[in-house]
T-cell receptor, first 115, second 109 residues
Framework: IAGITQAPTSQILAAGRRMTLRCTQD?????MYWYRQDLGLGLRLIHYSNTAGTTGKGEVPDGYSVSRANTDDFPLTLASAVPSQTSVYFC??????????????FGPGTRLTVL | GQNIDQPTEMTATEGAIVQINCTYQ??????LFWYQQHAGEAPTFLSY??LDGLEEKGRFSSFLSRSKGYSYLLLKELQMKDSASYLCAVRDSNYQLIWGAGTKLIIKP
C-alpha cells in the first residue's frame, strides 16, 4: 500500500441499504477526513478524526457515521442510503490536525450511486 | 456564512500565462491552499500561503492578500497537461478546510 486507498472504486446501491466505504492510509498520519464532492459544489466535509479514538462532525454529517479504531483505518457508513447521497466520496489524511504546512493527501475516491 | 468564490471556467492557450482568482469570507483564517484535480482523479496539493505575498514553485505561483480576502494562482508556460480543475481552500478558525467549487481550466493548442 502506498498512500491512501479506498474501496470500493464505485458502487450502485438501492435506497435503504446500508453501506460502508473503506479508507486505509499507510503514512501514519494522525488526522483523517471524509469529503463528498458534487458537481458545482466544493468539497464538503462529512466527518473527521484528529487522532485515533476521536471523531468529529463536519459540515454535512447527517446520514453518515464514522469510527477510528486505529491510526490507519477510517470507514464511513451510510446506515440507510438515500438518493441525495449519490456523490463522489474522498478520504483524505494529514500528518497533524491544526495549522502549519499541513497538506491533506487524498485517496482515489469512491463513486456512489443510490437508486 | 463562509464563502469561497472562484470563476467556474477559464480558457487559455498553450504556452501562455493564466491567473485564477479566489476570494474568500471565512470565520477565521489559518492558511490558504491550492489543489489541482484532473477529471476523475483525486485533488493533489499545489501550494500553501499563510502570509501576504507571493509563493513561487516552478511554473506555478500563488499570491495572498489577507486584508482583501484574496488569492490568485498563476500558471506560466501552460502545457496541455495543465488542463484540470483548480481548487481554492481556506483553513478556518476550527482548522478545517472550506473549499471553493473549483475553476475548470481548458488549455487550447
Amino acid at each position: 500500500i502506498a498512500g491512501i486507498t479506498q474501496a470500493p472504486t464505485s458502487q450502485i446501491l438501492a435506497a435503504g441499504r446500508r453501506m460502508t466505504l473503506r479508507c486505509t492510509q499507510d503514512m501514519r498520519h494522525n488526522a483523517m477526513y471524509w469529503y463528498r464532492q458534487d458537481l458545482g459544489l466544493g468539497l464538503r466535509l462529512i466527518h473527521y478524526s484528529n487522532t485515533a479514538g476521536t471523531t468529529g462532525k463536519g459540515e454535512v454529517p447527517d446520514g453518515y457515521s464514522v469510527s477510528r479504531a486505529n491510526t490507519d483505518d477510517f470507514p464511513l457508513t451510510l446506515a440507510s442510503a438515500v438518493p441525495s447521497q449519490t456523490s463522489v466520496y474522498f478520504c483524505a489524511s494529514s500528518e497533524l490536525a491544526g495549522g502549519g504546512y499541513n497538506e491533506q493527501f487524498f485517496g482515489p475516491g469512491t463513486r456512489l450511486t443510490v437508486l | 456564512g463562509q464563502n469561497i468564490d472562484q470563476p467556474t471556467e477559464m480558457t487559455a492557450t498553450e504556452g501562455a500565462i493564466v491567473q485564477i482568482n479566489c476570494t474568500y469570507q471565512t470565520s477565521g483564517f489559518n492558511g490558504l491552499f491550492w489543489y489541482q484535480q484532473h477529471a476523475g482523479e483525486a485533488p493533489t496539493f499545489l501550494s500553501y500561503n499563510v502570509l501576504d505575498g507571493l509563493e513561487e514553485k516552478g511554473r506555478f505561483s500563488s499570491f495572498l492578500s489577507r486584508s482583501k480576502g484574496y488569492s490568485y494562482l498563476l500558471l506560466k508556460e501552460l502545457q496541455m497537461k495543465d488542463s484540470a480543475s483548480y481548487l481554492c481552500a481556506v483553513r478556518d478558525s476550527n482548522y478545517q478546510l472550506i473549499w471553493g467549487a473549483g475553476t475548470k481550466l481548458i488549455i487550447k493548442p
